[in-house]
């Protein structure tokens, strides 16, 4: 099990933060007081932990939920889905492009659920 300590931001642009727990057996949890979060990886974990927490207006200032990034098969398959691409429109990512979905992000590149799906579409599209 690993603890981490993530900034959220609240719809008013205030920063706030939540202890989250980490366990990845045969299943991955994310678990945050007293919910718990599972996916068949951490990254499915945390979207699901990501869209309870846009339900009350606030967002997880991490990598994972920047709507450019999101793990290849292959990434989730290897890390359990803690490891994911920074994707630019237009280009396949490079190894160098990895980035851990628990890492800090600017609130700047943060969106919601939605907008890192909408992202990865217009991705895909335009390979």
Request: aromatic fraction near 6%; charge should be negative.
């Amino acid at each position: 099990m690993e603890t981490k300590i993530l900034t959220t931001v609240e719809a008013n642009g205030s920063a706030g933060s939540i202890s989250i727990e980490i366990t990845i057996e045969d299943s991955c949890r994310i678990k945050f007081g007293s919910q718990l979060f599972e996916g068949t990886d951490l990254f499915a974990a945390l979207i699901a932990l990501r869209s309870t927490l846009e339900t009350e207006q606030r967002r997880i200032a991490c990598n994972g939920s920047r709507p450019d990034v999101f793990p290849s098969g292959m990434a989730r398959e290897m890390s359990r889905g803690r490891m994911a691409y920074v994707l630019k429109i237009g280009t396949r990512p490079e190894r160098e492009d990895l980035v851990d979905i628990f890492d800090p992000a600017h609130p700047m590149q943060i969106g919601s659920v939605a907008d890192q799906q909408e992202y990865v579409t217009l991705w895909r599209q335009a390979l």
